[in-house]
């Protein structure tokens, strides 16, 4: 009988302890992680392992129990415990669906703030085109407007050029007349200085020619 209540009471408590760890587990499965959903998998599955093995040790012990009077209850309560299992099993079922319901919904949030992140990438790409391009065209304006003032600024300047042949022109002329009058000074002065000469000379001579007589 004691070796009978040994391994009834160890295999029981494995069984206990599995299953309040096993439905600690179940409580936080569908909420975990993708990173920590393995390794809650992995826990699950050895605690129901391992509530399985105590039920076949539990039923193996009972085997031992040489008491009829007692065995009727230890088979209910082995039939509790396999209907427990039962349904911890299909918890941890339910479980891991909700986990892969969580996990594509992540998933199809992730991949929405990615297509999200796309679209701003792109808005914001089209935003810079579109400021480049008045840049642009504001440059053109300006390069269009510089370049008319230059051509305005480039007539002005050919203008005072030809003003400037003009003045050089007209001085040249100036030039020559003055030097030309200059010219006719220096010749009339020289035939006013030949004719004087010629008077004087013949003054005198008709001095002479009176004075001889």
Known sequence: MGDFEDMWLAADSQYKVNVSELQSILKVLPSVSVSQSEDFQRQA??????????????????????????????????????????????????????????????????????????????????????RSKQVVAETEEVAIDS??????????????????HDINDTSARGRRIMMGMARRMMTDRIIQ????????????????????R
Not at 196 to 209: D, K, P, Q, R, T
């Open 45 to 130: 599955r050895d605690c129901l392992g391992n509530i399985e093995q105590a039920l076949t040790d539990l039923t193996q012990s009972l085997r031992t129990n040489r008491s009829s009077t007692s065995n009727q209850q230890y088979r209910n309560q082995i039939n509790i415990y396999r209907k427990q299992y039962t349904s911890l099993t299909n918890s941890y079922r339910e479980s891991l669906q909700k986990l892969r319901n969580s996990t594509h919904s992540m998933h199809e949030r992730e991949e929405r703030n990615r297509l999200l992140q796309s679209h701003e990438i792109i808005d914001s790409t089209q935003s810079a085109l579109d």
């Open 193 to 212: 200085s030949i004719i004087v000469i010629l008077e004087l000379g013949i003054i005198g001579g008709l001095l002479y020619w009176r004075f001889s």
């Open 147 to 164: 370049s008319t003032k230059v051509n305005a600024q480039g007539q002005q300047l050919e203008n005072v050029l030809g003003d400037v």
